[in-house]
């Protein structure tokens, strides 16, 4: 392996919480194939426009079926004189997000946010999106704001069969009105490319002009999988990451990712001025300082 | 309104009297923020008003600073959580040099929560900010179930505890809170050691160990294996420990376990607390504290107290239902610590 540079943040800028916790109502709620839903809250004034990337704590109104809100990503966000209707996509999988799916359009939930950092989208480089499954959900708002910009995009999105490429067709949309296009594959080969993301990004990336951006959300091993490619061929890459969360705001510190040598020393540097609702010399936190991180900030040897 | 004995009719909210005594401690309301559960207090600072509530009891501070544990950190469980964290808190010095000053600032009664491996660390912490402005007492860590060492386990026996709490009785003239472990044989007997040790009051309870399993992988939840279960699956728990706790000794008991709400933090004062602390409620909503106190402050009103101290202790055994007269009531005591 060359040695490269670490493409990484360049300082462990400022959180400053804008989070509100607030009442949103549900004004859609369809299904959105392979067991998908599509949601879309009407935020009250106030209530700060997302970032693609960022997340927000979801908790049904007393009384709930489960205790913790669930932390959810925003897959879109539709402004209309200054109120926000923040779109999310997800798999009623768990307790939470079953009772969720019951819920109809004129129902109210609690909303905590928007939390944590986004995607870079302003990075210089050509901008490539990245999904494993139904981590599609941010870059779908990501492909949104990034054709907002007018910036061709590429999008990879790779799934275990065509049935779980959930989003592709809105996808593709978004993409077409700025010359980008879609590149899938398919463990079993039913759609697209027969392989994984990294192969179909593998044979992407030669015909593109580098540097190339990734911005990549996936299963843990997916995200690991691109980080470490992107290391090696200096690329930078910025990885959603998940984790079990309770607060979501940095204050429960339940959270942890491992940090990478390079980012423990920047932290041991900058320390004094990182906010304690940062991680530690160590550990970084998923919700303030994530959930998106550069490929160099964590440890990937140690991340599960 | 009807069901409790002794009351009288409606008082307007803003008139029911919230103030409690710690020892020399006076607070305006009995509502305290648990620590762990509200960060250093500043981070909540944009949300909510910490000069409205009793005191803001901040995260455990350790000497040096601590990373904590390795995730998995959290599971959620039946109506409550899992939580093993390990102390990972920014260190002494930080604490003094950036934390205080912050908190100061914002008007907020501080509680220092302090957690040490042996008797000298938490010496060494008491007299370190021995001198430091805005400080309205220390709460002694005494039962982390997150840790190796200095940990709830290591706490759980009496003479130590009354040791300790001596040794830091003579470093320093705040009020001293023992914050107690529930996983001990008899809560009754760390309780009183600490009354002994000179503590100016007691909380009751933190965390009890608890474990989730990871069926697909045939593992714990937690990768440390146990952890701290909180919030309202433990109130019931947590509310007969405070119980026991309260008839054994003459200082006051600040209530804490799975408090969601003005009725259920009224539970631990009805038992006989003096006050309480509001904890995962904060991490669901993280508001939590303020809305326990108008929720209290308003159910006051609306059964005619107008002193929170006329309905303190009115489920105690003597206390029977009726407001309970000032001071302790031994007799209901007794009672409770005869119980088979």
Redo the contacts between chains.
Sequence with gaps: MTPVAIPTRATLDHYRPAWRQVTARITRHLDHGAGHRWLDLEMPAGFARPAAGQFVQLLHEPPSPVLLPRPMSVAGVTTRRGRHTVGFLYAPVGAGTRALAALEPGDQVEVLGPLGRGYPLDAPGTPVLVAGGRGVAPLLFAADELAARGRRTEFVFGARTRGLLVGVSEAKTRLAGIGGRMHVATDDGSRGRRGNVLDALQALAPRLDGPLVLHACGPHGMLKAVALWALENGHSAHLAMESVMACGTGVCRGCPLPRSAESSGRFRRERADAPSLYGNVEYAMCCTEGPVFAAGDLDWSRVT | MSGVAGAGRAVAPRSVDLSVKLGRLTLANPILTAS?????GD??A??VDLERLGAVVTKTVTVH????N???????TP???L?S?GL?N?GIERYAR??LPKLRSLGATVIVSVGGETARELARLVESLADERGIAGFEINFSCPNVARGGARYWAAPRRLERTVRLLRGLTRHPLIAKLSPDVTSIADTAIACEQGGADALTAVNTFVGMAIDLEHARPKLARRTGGLS??AIRPLALARCAEAVAAVRIPVIGSGGIMSGRDALEFIAIGAAAVQVG?A??????ASEEVLDEMRAWLAAHGYRRLADFRGAATEGGGGRPAPRGKTRAGARGLREEP
């Design positions: 762990g559960t509200f960060g250093y981070e909540y944009h949300v600073p601590r990373v904590g390795a995730p998995v950190r959290i599971a959620e109506s409550g959580m939580n964290i990972e920014v950036e934390k919030g309202p995962t904060s991490f669901v909503r993280p508001r």
